[in-house]
């Protein structure tokens, strides 16, 4: 069966950076966009950053030059670096994977998701 599963999040102060982890498994990892998500609390799910299976990016307008997101097909990871980080940057952030050759930002597009990691940024 498919799994995504996240990893790196935590605690970090304004301005701060981390880097969070996704690693896939249970499908043809090049085949799939694979895309970040976030979810505060009391807010709908969304659209962060995410990246297509030939390397072509797309980042939300608030985290644009920001944060990165880079993919290692050989360890069926995806990635995102996040840097000079903001309260509002808190959210609990879910990896997904959508088989298509075409990056979409909405929920609905994405096949598989991870269970979530939470990135708290304090000022």
């Known amino acids: 069966q498919v799994q995504l599963v996240e990893s790196g999040g935590g605690s970090a102060r304004a301005g701060g950076s981390l880097r969070l982890s996704c690693v896939a498994s249970?499908?043809?990892?090049?085949?799939?966009?694979m895309g970040w998500f976030r979810q505060a609390p009391g807010k709908e799910r969304e659209f962060v950053a995410a990246i297509s299976r030939s390397a072509n990016t797309y980042y939300a307008d608030s985290v644009k030059g920001r944060f990165s997101i880079s993919r290692d097909n050989a360890k069926n990871t995806v990635y995102l670096q996040m840097n000079s980080l903001k309260p509002e940057d808190t959210a609990v952030y879910y990896c997904?994977?959508?088989?298509?050759?075409?990056?979409?930002?909405?929920?609905?597009?994405?096949?598989?998701w991870g269970q979530g990691t939470q990135v708290t940024v304090s000022s």
């Open positions: 249970g499908l043809t990892f090049s085949l799939y966009v």
């Open positions: 997904a994977a959508d088989y298509s050759n075409i990056i979409f930002t909405i929920v609905s597009a994405y096949d598989y």
